[in-house]
């Protein structure tokens, strides 16, 4: 008996996972539209100011760990839920500093 309600609970358990990783997938495809604009946004502030924004390149590297976490989460190799369930990622990497134009 106590393996029949161990396995129902590990189906719901497993329902509950797949729910969670359907809603980061829609968070994934934000996420990404939030990359590409800030990617946009940089290449037209270098082209008219000729210096790269780091405030914009900070929060682009914050957005690539947090889209790095998502996909952990999402094949299943991180138990935690990403943000919003839990603080932002500090970025894996910092800045390589300005490119080389």
């Known amino acids: 008996m106590t393996d029949v309600k161990g396995f129902f609970l590990s189906r719901k358990d497993i329902a509950i996972r797949f729910l969670y990783t359907l809603l980061f997938m829609a968070i994934l495809e934000i996420v990404k539209l939030l990359v590409q604009l800030t990617v946009l946004f940089q290449f037209v502030?270098?082209?008219?100011?000729?210096?790269?924004?780091?405030?914009?390149?900070?929060?682009?590297?914050?957005?690539?760990?947090?889209?790095?976490r998502i996909a952990r989460y999402?094949?299943?190799?991180?138990?935690?839920?990403?943000?919003?369930?839990?603080?932002?990622?500090?970025?894996?990497?910092?800045?390589?500093?300005t490119p080389p134009f």
């Open 45 to 68: 502030y270098v082209f008219f100011t000729l210096n790269q924004s780091q405030p914009a390149a900070r929060f682009a590297n914050r957005l690539a760990a947090y889209l790095y």
């Open 74 to 97: 999402m094949s299943l190799n991180e138990q935690q839920r990403p943000f919003p369930f839990r603080d932002l990622p500090d970025p894996v990497e910092p800045p390589e500093g």
